[in-house]
């Protein structure tokens, strides 16, 4: 499956000074309030994508990829400060890439558009998230053009991806850099991605890349295996098991399942029980002090269901960025108290509008944290 994105109505341009430093820019970044997730059946979006592009030959530029909900194109102001909807979720997920060593460089023909130069420089896979970095060079760049782009991403393998986010930024006059990223879906890594570009620069033509690598750097995964039992609304009782974290210096995947009997269950019961769970709350305790919650990039993700003797087992996961905070306050989970634990809720479909707990799984921190 693809997704295909139109900037056209949500997206905004903000152009940003040469002289910004490294310095303001970050400043911009830790100073952006978190905002709750929006939470949807099936799957939940922290819908914005901010990636940090800072080379040391190019201007610095804030890009944030606009998501449907809540947040447009986001670059920061003249005074280099915040504007009103930057969400820093996607940031956190991908890391810094002012370190450009967490981007694998790939070697790919550019192709041209008229005066305009178009190139993949690159690809960067981490926990639950994969990235594209593509330059536009040449004169006559026109960046309410730009806004008007479609991108296409598929991977090679067929598997589902999931909300494609895409922003570009100037990095110097002439030149635009643009992300795209997107959440992918289950635990096999994405090993390449087939790339197509419309309407660039305002003329109608497309621009097909394919078979572009990525290298899925390894993720280290912790066994949980912790369990919680409800008697759900309908039917009988509904077991959830949170069985692995895989993680990433910058992200967390939680893994988890449902197992519950068919046995008297309507229909659209079977199916919202199959295909809905989420843990999308997590938040971070040290002793009975709450720190925050982390930072959430995709909660709720339907990943397969199988049926045994009556008996249904459905396999979900989330995403979350290793950092936490409330009103503002962010902090690397690195840096949480020694003995700090985090709280996983998950719930399933309860009474309208209300979701039901199955449970809260405790783990510690530390075991969270990237050896």
Do not use: C
């Not at 087939?194 to 993720?219: D, E, M, S, W, Y």
């Not at 066994?223 to 409800?230: E, K």
Request: overall charge positive.
């Amino acid at each position: 499956m693809s997704t295909t994105t139109d900037f056209q109505k949500i997206t905004e341009q903000i152009s940003v000074p040469t002289n910004l430093v490294d310095a303001a820019i970050t400043q911009g970044i830790q100073a952006a309030a978190p905002r709750r997730k929006q939470h949807r059946r099936r799957i939940t979006i922290g819908l914005a994508v901010a990636v940090l592009l800072l080379g040391a030959a190019i201007t610095p530029a804030t890009i944030q990829a606009g998501g449907i909900v809540p947040a447009f194109t986001q670059l920061l102001d003249q005074d280099g400060a915040k504007t009103h909807n930057f969400d820093p979720t996607m940031n956190m997920l991908l890391g810094n890439l002012y370190n450009q060593g967490l981007y694998d460089k790939v070697s790919v023909p550019a192709q041209r558009v008229g005066n305009v130069q178009v190139q993949p420089i690159g690809t960067l896979s981490t926990a639950g998230v994969v990235a594209v970095l593509i330059d536009y060079t040449g004169p006559g760049m026109q960046p309410d053009q730009l806004r008007r782009q479609t991108e296409q991403v598929d991977q090679v393998s067929g598997q589902h991806i999931i909300d494609t986010e895409s922003n570009f930024g100037k990095v110097a006059l002439g030149h635009y850099r643009q992300v795209i990223a997107f959440y992918t879906q289950g635990t096999t890594p994405v090993q390449a991605i087939n790339l197509q570009l419309g309407k660039i620069n305002g003329t109608q033509q497309t621009l097909a890349f394919k078979q572009l690598p990525v290298t899925q750097r390894p993720l280290q995964e912790t066994v949980i295996n912790q369990q919680s039992t409800v008697k759900a609304i309908h039917g009988g009782k509904i077991t959830g098991r949170l069985t692995t974290i895989q993680q990433a210096p910058e992200a967390l995947v939680v893994n988890y399942t449902l197992v519950f009997s068919q046995a008297g269950l309507s229909a659209r019961w079977l199916e919202n029980y199959s295909e809905a769970a989420w843990i999308s709350e997590a938040t971070v305790y040290d002793g009975q002090n709450n720190l925050g919650l982390l930072e959430l990039g995709s909660g709720g993700q339907f990943l397969r269901t199988k049926t045994n003797a009556g008996q249904v087992t459905s396999q979900f996961q989330s995403i979350f960025a290793k950092s936490y905070g409330s009103l503002g306050d962010q902090h690397s989970l690195k840096d949480a108290p020694a003995d700090a634990v985090v709280k996983f809720r998950l719930e399933i479909p309860g009474r309208r509008p209300n979701r039901q707990q199955v449970g809260t799984f405790t783990v510690p921190v530390r075991q969270l944290l990237t050896k």
